[in-house]
Nanobody, 123 residues
Framework: QVRLVESGGGSVQTGGSLRLSCEVS????????MAWFRQAPEKEREGIAY???????RHIDAVKGRFTISRDGAKNTLYLQMNNLKPEDSGMYYC?????????????????WGEGTLVTISS
C-alpha cells in the first residue's frame, strides 16, 4: 500500500518562500513519476512539476524559475521549494505518483494521491 503524506504548507506574504515535503511509504515500481499538483478555489487541479526515476524534471511555465521539485531517495521524500510566491500560487498542494510513467503532469495517469497541504499567499 503506497501512502503519501504532505507537509510544509502555510501562510506567507507575497515574495516569501515555502518548502513542501511529501513522505512516501510503500513500494511503487521500478520506473515511476512523482509530481506536485495544486488546486485553487473553484479551479481545476493542475500539475505543476514532476520528477521521474531518472531524475528528469519539468516545471510548468507559471512556476518555472520560482519553484523547484526534487527528491531524496534515501528518505523517500519529495520536495517542492517555492520562492517568490504570489497570491495566485495559493491553493491546496498535492503530492502524486504515476507508478509507470516518465511524465506525470496529467490527472488521468495518477495512481496515488496525498491528502494535500494548504498554501496561502497574502498580498
Amino acid at each position: 500500500q503506497v501512502r503519501l503524506v504532505e507537509s510544509g504548507g502555510g501562510s506567507v506574504q507575497t515574495g516569501g518562500s515555502l518548502r513542501l515535503s511529501c513522505e512516501v511509504s510503500g513500494y511503487i515500481s521500478r520506473n515511476y513519476c512523482m509530481a506536485w499538483f495544486r488546486q485553487a478555489p473553484e479551479k481545476e487541479r493542475e500539475g505543476i512539476a514532476y520528477i521521474n526515476t531518472e531524475g528528469t524534471t519539468r516545471h510548468i511555465d507559471a512556476v518555472k524559475g520560482r519553484f523547484t521539485i526534487s527528491r531524496d531517495g534515501a528518505k523517500n521524500t519529495l520536495y517542492l521549494q517555492m520562492n517568490n510566491l504570489k497570491p495566485e500560487d495559493s491553493g491546496m498542494y498535492y503530492c502524486a505518483v504515476d507508478r509507470d510513467a516518465g511524465q506525470c503532469l496529467y490527472l488521468y495517469g495518477i495512481d496515488y494521491w496525498g491528502e494535500g497541504t494548504l498554501v496561502t499567499i497574502s498580498s
